[in-house]
Every structure is written in structure tokens, then in C-alpha cells.
């Protein structure tokens, strides 16, 4: 597996009119241009200088020292925190014809592309072996987009489905693709920047460090989930999403080798044994220091993700699903888990109402619908009291663990993992079963 250092194409914003500033000399069909430019879509083409194009591409004359800054970026699309500002970007500008819009889209190199994700994305307090187990994570992610990108034969596989009977909803939830570009710059796939703030030095390490290092599997790259915290034990991709079964995404302990073994958390006695105590796990941890690495500042609110607790009166709970499913249970008489993952996380719950029963599925579903944005996992026991003379319950009480899909690696565990000194190969290995880690390019 040799190659050159890919270049990645980020999506970066989707506009009538893109205006943009070149920093340096960039050329363009021959020609040199610098300065201030506006792009507008005129009639299905692009408008530059009073000519129409159907593509644009603004390349550095000089790679290294070049850098363009794209106006008015809308940032957080969809958040209560949506604004717009300037951003400062490496690499090539390319401008398509997208939907009745013009893209911007800058190619940049994938190494430059990880630096600046990583930086804004992990705490400048995280340990290097956790920074270099990420950079691993991420780049297998990047250079398995990249490739199927490019595998143009190959058919796009379903990002959601669902099964419906009467008494059955199952759906899971996955990426869609883009089909112009490899990625795009907001959360649906990381969050970008180019290089409008600043990279930090550990990361330039972790990267370098790590550089053209994938995870691979049968001569494949790895799809390599992670999320917040597994609640001890790792949960199983074919519980959350498609009916495929990974080998190095299986499930075990979330602990030392030597820590004894996993309960079966697929039967309902072990799996409510296990969450309703609080077993030993690397990410089993209230260590703020560690926390810190891991969750941004308004998640470190948050220390009671191991195991924690919701409840609800009859009213909020009947309400709420409700309103999150659009579909009326009537009050709510029993939440029954009908089936579990490995991690203890349900996949399948009955839902039992007094106008209506039903079984939903899988885990996000069930997450979104018992909460009015997400429930932190669907790893959870319920217990019902306050019950009236026709039995219906006036309170519920949810106990659960962790925090996420708890597929792949865990943020947390990962975290303790680095501070007590194991290599960043040892942590892809201990989340990755039997995977390999691969350089594909020096
Ligand atoms: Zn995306
Ligand atoms: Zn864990």
C-alpha cells in the first residue's frame, strides 16, 4: 500500500455569490491573479470578471507560503450559535455549480486538512498518546471517504432505512455522502477551518508523529466509530446501524485484560445488574483533568455519564413522546426492553401505551424519542412508580450508562488510558480488535 500524500476536497460554502480574497499569486488557466475576487451563479454557470465558467480552480503559485480567505462563513449551521465570519484557508480554491448555488470548495493536502480538525476539535490539554490514537481514527476516516469518493462504480450505500410492521418501527441512522467533494466543513462530517485559528503544537506532533498511519482490517480501512463513553463494555455496529458484523468493532470489557469477564448483556438479568451498580472500567472516571481532554467546556457540567439517572412524571413522559415520535401511545403504562446490545444498550423497546403499543428501534431512535434532544444512551433499566388503581405509573424512573453508541473507541476510556501510559497502538488495539495499523504513504 504506496502512495502519495492524498489531497482531500472539503466543501466549505454553498452560496449564490462566494467573495473571496487571494493573500498571494494563485493561477488560474495560465493566468495570474491576487486580491479581492466575487464568484456569482449566473443562469447555471459561473460568473467571474464577465465571463461565464462552468469551473473554477485558484491554485498557489508558491504552496507553502500562499493562503486565501473565503467572507462570510456561515459557522454552526443550525445552531443557536449560527454566525458568519471570514475564514483563512491553505491549498487550492475550486468553485463549482451546485443545486441553483456555487460551492466553494478548498483541496488541501490531508495532513495540513487533520492538523486543523484535530486542533479544534480536542482540548490542547489532552495527553500525545490520545492525540495520536485520534489522529489515527481520523485519518482512517478521511482516507476512507476520500476512496470511496473515487470508487465511482461502486454503489452508495443506504444511510438510513427502517422496517415497519404494525407493531415494529426499527431505523437506524448513518452519514449520507456528499458526491462533489470528500467531506464538508461543519459537524455532519468535522469541523473545519483551514487555518483561521491557530494549530497547536501537540497536535503538529500527534500528526506528524502518526503521518499516513490508517487502521485497516482484511486489507481494508477501518470504520472507526468512537463516542463519548461505552459504559464499560463496547457495544456492536450491528446493534446501531446496518446488519453487518465487523470483527475488529466486537464487543469486550472496556477495562485490562486481566479484569475477568463480560457479562452476556444481551440477557436482561446481566444487563440490568450491570447498570445498575457501577463496574470497574478505564472510563469509569470523575477526574476533571481527564474530562477536560475529552468534552468541551460546556460538557464538563457533565461528570455523571458512567451511570446516571432521568425522570419523568406520566405527564412529561406521555407528552414528550409524543411530541418527539408524532405518534399518540395515549399515557404511557410500560417501557419493556425486548432486545439488547452488547454494551447492555437496547435496540429494541416497547413502547406500551394505553391507546397504543408499539416496538422502536434502533438505539438513536429510541434515544431521541425518550428525550427532547438526545437520552445519553439507550443502555438503561426503568423503574415505575406511584401507580394508580388501573395501574398506570405516575413516575418513571430511567437508570442508564453511558454516553453515545459506544461503538468503537471510547473518548473517556481512551483519555484514562493515555494518562496511565499506554501507546497510542496499544489504545487503537485494546477499541479495535485485531486491527491493524497501517502506514499507506511516507
Ligand atoms: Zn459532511
Ligand atoms: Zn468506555
Redesign the pocket.
Known sequence: MSMKEPKVEVGILFEPQIEFVLLAPYRISGKEVSGKQVVTYDEGKILWNGRQYDELLFEPLQESAAAFELLDVTIGINFHWERKEDQRFQGSLKIIVENGKLTGINVIHVEDYLTSVISSEMSATASLELLKAHAVISRSWLLAQIRKNKEIAEAQTDYSAFTQTDEELIRWYDREDHTHFDVCADDHCQRYQGITRASTDIVKQAIAATRGQVLTSEGKICDARFSK????AFEEFQYCWEDIKYPYLAKQR?YKVDSGKLPDLTQETEADRWIRTSPE???NTTDKKILSQVLNNYDQETTDFYRWKVEYTQDELSALILKRSGIDYGQIIDLVPIARGTSGRLWKLKIVGTKKTLTIGKELEIRRTLSPSHLYSSAFVVDRTELSEAGIPGRFILTGAGWGHGVGL?Q??AAVMGEQGYGYDAILLHYYIGANIDKLYD
Open positions: 463513553c461505552c459504559g464499560g472496556d472500567a478505564f472510563c471510547c473517556i476510556g
